[in-house]
């Protein structure tokens, strides 16, 4: 009298299970790379460079060295085309009070995970920069800051509003500074 089983049947493995599993993987690396994507690519209409050259596989960091981005979108208020794209970067609350402060022509930077901020002198990006570059560096295992902040400006940006950002990253210690633009003749103004 044998409990086990006969010789002639086969037994197979239930793969429902592990079908299951691989198809929650896939949906959630599917959502997961879809925000990723979002947060680093505000939608703004780069400017033309005759001068741009195309980022080539070869600029790639050198083993152990770890690189990070910091990107900054720049764009220019103009309250009757994207008043909404800046009243949606803002604290509900502050909304009111920060939309009056902005004229047309005014450029904000939007930085993922931050409220919008102006590109002034005396505004707080410059405070943000700096806080940013001392945290960058005290986490850093070599003491040193190897984050490149990569500026996204707007077509429409006045070119001086770039400088002076470019300006601030530089004064707040930040070395490794990339302007993105698209390769080509734009439309001349």
Same mark, same amino acid.
């Given at each position: /009298?044998?409990?086990?089983?006969?010789?002639?049947?086969?037994?197979?493995?239930?793969?429902?299970?592990?079908?299951? %599993?691989? /198809?929650?993987?896939? /949906?959630?690396? /599917?959502?997961?790379?879809?925000?990723?994507?979002?947060?680093?690519?505000?939608?703004?209409? %780069?400017?033309?460079?005759?001068?741009? +050259?195309?980022?080539?596989?070869?600029?790639?960091?050198?083993?152990?060295?770890?690189?990070?981005? %910091?990107?900054?979108?720049? +764009?220019?208020?103009?309250?009757?085309?994207?008043?909404?794209?800046?009243?949606?970067?803002?604290?509900?609350?502050?909304?009111?009070?920060?939309?009056?402060?902005?004229?047309?022509?005014?450029?904000?930077?939007?930085?993922?995970?931050?409220?919008?901020?102006?590109?002034?002198?005396?505004?707080?990006?410059?405070?943000?920069?700096?806080?940013?570059?001392?945290?960058?560096?005290?986490?850093?295992?070599?003491?040193?800051?190897?984050?490149?902040?990569?500026?996204?400006?707007?077509?429409?940006?006045?070119?001086?509003?770039?400088?002076?950002?470019?300006?601030?990253?530089?004064?707040?210690?930040?070395?490794?500074?990339?302007?993105?633009?698209?390769?080509?003749?734009?439309?001349? +103004?």
């Amino acid at each position: /009298m044998s409990h086990g089983p006969s010789h002639d049947t086969t037994v197979e493995p239930n793969l429902t299970p592990l079908l299951d %599993l691989v /198809m929650q993987l896939l /949906m959630f690396f /599917m959502i997961c790379g879809n925000y990723a994507a979002e947060q680093s690519n505000e939608p703004v209409n %780069l400017a033309f460079s005759e001068t741009a +050259k195309q980022l080539s596989d070869e600029a790639k960091i050198s083993p152990g060295q770890e690189e990070d981005f %910091l990107f900054l979108t720049v +764009k220019p208020y103009h309250p009757d085309t994207n008043a909404g794209d800046l009243a949606n970067h803002l604290a509900p609350e502050s909304q009111a009070t920060v939309l009056e402060k902005y004229k047309d022509g005014d450029a904000y930077v939007l930085i993922v995970g931050h409220d919008a901020m102006r590109a002034e002198p005396d505004g707080e990006l410059l405070v943000w920069l700096g806080q940013q570059h001392s945290d960058l560096e005290r986490k850093s295992k070599d003491g040193q800051v190897h984050t490149s902040v990569v500026i996204r400006p707007d077509g429409d940006l006045d070119y001086a509003v770039v400088y002076r950002i470019l300006k601030f990253c530089k004064d707040k210690g930040f070395t490794n500074l990339k302007v993105r633009a698209l390769i080509g003749k734009g439309v001349s +103004k």
